[in-house]
């Protein structure tokens, strides 16, 4: 097994983060979500800590990072809110990463200094109305029009999407047949913003309120032939392997979530008496607190298993599956005993329990549902 211990580098990160959470993330949590408002300030302040540059050479504006550090940034700031951990985790894997990957130099060079600097967010526009976990389903379509593509067809559920600091949404799309008779799907950056492009009005969602999640819609929409990222034809693979790196970041998230359930409800089981002694006291209680940590502690090492071998350029798709599923699994559940630990407390929004619980479902739905997991899982088992 890689060695998953961490540096003193990546350690002391992690303590900064941590600290950054409780002093500035925390206050201001809880307000957000109420108010389904975009935490400006919060990303202005993670952005001048060089968090959105974590995984990035110092050449493009970033931190000079892996993702394993990414991945201890993600996890403590969902210790706290999952929002601002979910636009961390979307702007550097999802917006910045196939940019870093795939693009050209061009086009690292024109994109990749503002998205490390925090200054812009970028998107990825993969998922639609009817291509969910079917992604090859894509229904969108890029046609060339000299040296120019048309862009037309709809997104949904794209985060950091209609921000006003969003500034490219990188969408797949159906660009030809291959000679297979296949369809050529390619991938193509769309700066924001650009006519025809609309970020409609954003979800009410269970969940997330203070993250940005828009469906979108393309007419007409025009760029240039050299926004192609990466080769013809490769934008299905290449986004593919994109969402093999961020189930493990997805992961880091659940396992902060299902981390701050097992404190919060430590915390509310010293102090909260029943029948004269500590809710604490009884089994009942300690052993399912107990569970909780154990099932955390099993999560968190599948996730810095996978990171690590990623880090190596060992083969990791199947630990980044077992890895999201394990850890979001483990976040809902830890989410459903903490609110039962509160009690009534826990059905009420001025406790964080209750937050934890609208945020972790999406955790066995997004990058992945639990049931694509398993897919991979079984497939590599030769099933």
Same mark, same amino acid.
């Given at each position: 097994?890689?060695?998953?211990?961490?540096?003193?580098?990546?350690?002391?990160?992690?303590?900064?983060?941590?600290?950054?959470?409780?002093?500035?993330?925390?206050?201001?949590?809880?307000?957000?979500?109420?108010?389904?408002?975009?935490?400006?300030?919060?990303?202005?302040?993670?952005?001048?800590?060089?968090?959105?540059?974590?995984?990035?050479?110092?050449?493009?504006?970033?931190?000079?990072?892996?993702?394993?550090?990414?991945?201890?940034?993600?996890?403590?700031?969902?210790?706290?809110?999952?929002?601002?951990?979910?636009?961390?985790?979307?702007?550097?894997?999802?917006?910045?990463?196939?940019?870093?990957?795939?693009?050209?130099?061009?086009?690292?060079?024109?994109?990749?200094?503002?998205?490390?600097?925090?200054?812009?967010?970028?998107?990825?526009?993969?998922?639609?109305?009817?291509?969910?976990?079917?992604?090859?389903?894509?229904?969108?379509?890029?046609?060339?029009?000299?040296?120019?593509?048309?862009?037309?067809?709809?997104?949904?559920?794209?985060?950091?999407?209609?921000?006003?600091?969003?500034?490219?949404?990188?969408?797949?799309?159906?660009?030809?047949?291959?000679?297979?008779?296949?369809?050529?799907?390619?991938?193509?950056?769309?700066?924001?913003?650009?006519?025809?492009?609309?970020?409609?009005?954003?979800?009410?969602?269970?969940?997330?309120?203070?993250?940005?999640?828009?469906?979108? #819609?393309?007419?007409?929409?025009?760029?240039?032939?050299?926004?192609?990222?990466?080769?013809?034809?490769?934008?299905?693979?290449?986004?593919?392997?994109?969402?093999? !790196?961020?189930?493990?970041?997805?992961?880091?998230?659940?396992?902060?979530?299902?981390?701050?359930?097992?404190?919060?409800?430590?915390?509310?089981?010293?102090?909260?008496?029943?029948?004269?002694?500590?809710?604490?006291?009884?089994?009942?209680?300690?052993?399912?607190?107990?569970?909780?940590?154990?099932? #955390?502690?099993?999560?968190? #090492?599948?996730?810095?298993?996978?990171?690590?071998?990623?880090?190596?350029?060992?083969?990791?798709?199947? !630990?980044?599956?077992?890895?999201?599923?394990?850890?979001?699994?483990?976040?809902?559940?830890?989410?459903?005993?903490? #609110?039962?630990?509160?009690?009534?407390?826990?059905?009420?929004? !001025?406790?964080?329990?209750?937050?934890?619980?609208?945020?972790?479902?999406?955790?066995?739905?997004?990058?992945?549902?639990?049931?694509?997991?398993?897919?991979?899982?079984?497939?590599?088992?030769?099933?």
């Amino acid at each position: 097994m890689p060695d998953t211990r961490l540096t003193d580098e990546q350690e002391s990160l992690r303590r900064t983060v941590a600290e950054f959470a409780r002093e500035v993330v925390a206050p201001v949590a809880a307000q957000h979500d109420e108010n389904k408002t975009f935490p400006y300030e919060v990303v202005a302040a993670m952005a001048s800590m060089g968090l959105f540059g974590l995984p990035f050479p110092e050449s493009y504006g970033g931190m000079g990072g892996d993702f394993f550090t990414l991945c201890l940034a993600i996890e403590e700031l969902a210790r706290v809110d999952s929002s601002v951990a979910i636009t961390l985790e979307a702007g550097c894997s999802l917006g910045a990463m196939p940019i870093y990957r795939f693009g050209t130099q061009d086009q690292k060079q024109q994109w990749l200094p503002m998205l490390c600097s925090g200054e812009a967010l970028g998107a990825f526009g993969l998922t639609e109305p009817e291509a969910g976990s079917d992604a090859g389903g894509t229904r969108t379509t890029a046609r060339l029009d000299d040296d120019t593509w048309v862009l037309n067809g709809a997104k949904a559920f794209i985060t950091n999407s209609g921000t006003d600091i969003t500034r490219l949404v990188t969408v797949t799309a159906l660009t030809g047949t291959t000679a297979a008779g296949n369809k050529e799907i390619s991938t193509i950056v769309v700066p924001v913003p650009t006519p025809g492009f609309t970020a409609e009005p954003a979800y009410s969602k269970v969940g997330w309120h203070a993250s940005d999640t828009h469906p979108l #819609t393309l007419v007409d929409v025009r760029v240039p032939e050299a926004n192609l990222l990466g080769e013809r034809g490769r934008g299905y693979a290449n986004f593919l392997s994109i969402l093999d !790196e961020g189930r493990i970041a997805i992961a880091a998230l659940a396992v902060g979530l299902a981390q701050a359930c097992v404190e919060e409800s430590v915390a509310y089981a010293r102090t909260r008496h029943a029948f004269g002694r500590p809710i604490g006291a009884n089994q009942a209680i300690s052993f399912k607190i107990a569970e909780m940590e154990a099932r #955390t502690h099993v999560a968190r #090492t599948a996730y810095y298993d996978a990171a690590a071998r990623m880090a190596s350029g060992r083969p990791f798709k199947k !630990e980044a599956a077992i890895a999201k599923l394990v850890s979001s699994e483990a976040a809902v559940t830890n989410a459903r005993e903490a #609110t039962q630990i509160h009690g009534g407390y826990g059905f009420m929004n !001025e406790y964080p329990v209750a937050r934890h619980w609208r945020d972790s479902k999406i955790l066995e739905i997004g990058e992945g549902t639990s049931e694509v997991q398993k897919m991979l899982i079984a497939r590599h088992l030769g099933l």
